[in-house]
């Protein structure tokens, strides 16, 4: 795996372990123990919902120890003046002229469909390390890529609001 992941993002996902640990894992074993206690489990439907829920939460929290056991650390610190994690970026795509802004985020914070683009996406690899005004290629795969313009770059801090991706 050897996703980049930064203190923080590690952080938030110790504190989901725990919180899943602790809080949601008791309640979920003792919805699983009052549906088994319903009698007959062939047809239980409850027990069913509620055993799937509990094995959620378990793969969920082995998904979470496994990233942060392979992870490779990274520093969510840049240059004011390039391009580095937490920063958002507008560009301007050389094919046709539109303009987008990304938010820079590690992988385990990353939503396209939200402007969060991860470190490791393609357009985060071109992107990284980079300054305004700098032309970029963003290489999608070896036969097909294309040019960004970096217009501008604002440096922002690493929020709460950029949640930790599930599956």
């Not at 989901?16 to 123990?33: A, W």
């Not at 990233?67 to 094919?95: L, P, R, W």
């Amino acid at each position: 795996m050897f996703n980049q992941l930064t203190q923080k993002d590690i952080a938030a996902m110790e504190a989901e372990i725990e919180e899943r640990k602790l809080i949601i894992r008791p309640k979920l074993l003792e919805s699983v123990k009052e549906a088994r206690a319903q009698g007959d489990l062939s047809e239980n439907f409850e027990y069913y919902a509620a055993k799937r829920e509990k094995n959620k939460n378990e793969s969920r929290i082995r998904f979470l120890e496994r990233m942060i056991k392979t992870a490779q650390v990274i520093s969510d610190d840049s240059k004011e003046d390039e391009i580095g994690i937490n920063n958002i970026v507008e560009v301007e795509f050389e094919e046709d002229g539109s303009i987008e802004k990304y938010k820079i985020v590690t992988t385990m914070r990353g939503n396209s469909l939200e402007g969060l683009v991860s470190v490791e996406s393609p357009i985060g690899k071109a992107l990284m390390g980079h300054k305004a005004g700098d032309k970029v290629y963003v290489q999608v795969n070896t036969e097909y890529g294309y040019y960004l313009t970096i217009r501008s770059i604002e440096n922002t801090e690493d929020s709460d609001s950029d949640k930790i991706r599930s599956f």
